[in-house]
């Protein structure tokens, strides 16, 4: 059974950089595609940074609300995906999921239901 936990959330002021950790078991790290998504209050859950198994080096997808200021990557001997996210902005304020699955996401990596696997968690948010 692949579990999924974020972790690295807080609040942070307009401008501010945060780094959210994401640790995944159970199942070979090796094979495993891995994102980043949010949901805000009353919106639909968005996919903000993805990225591909290893056997697939380098790929990765952003959004264009994010392009430039998120980046995702992974450490395969710790089995964590980051999400560095710096010059946040308030309406970057939302609870961060990650999300897992050893099958390829396609077509686009970033829609939640290309995903089978999810953590709990972590609040983000970003003062003016």
């Known amino acids: 059974q692949v579990q999924v936990a974020e972790s690295g959330g807080g609040s942070v002021q307009a401008g501010g950089s945060l780094r959210l950790s994401c640790a995944v078991s159970?199942?070979?790290?090796?094979?495993?595609?891995a994102a980043w998504f949010r949901q805000a209050p009353g919106k639909e859950r968005e996919g903000v940074a993805a990225i591909a198994s290893d056997g697939i080096d380098g790929i990765t997808r952003y959004p264009d609300s994010v392009k430039d200021r998120f980046t995702i990557s992974k450490h395969n001997a710790k089995n964590v995906v980051y999400l560095q996210m710096n010059s946040l902005k308030p309406e970057d304020t939302a609870m961060y999921y990650c999300a897992a699955d050893a099958g390829a996401p396609i077509p686009t990596m970033l829609q939640p239901a290309e995903y089978n696997y999810w953590g709990q968690g972590t609040q983000v948010t970003v003062s003016s």
């Open positions: 159970g199942y070979p790290w090796r094979r495993l595609w």
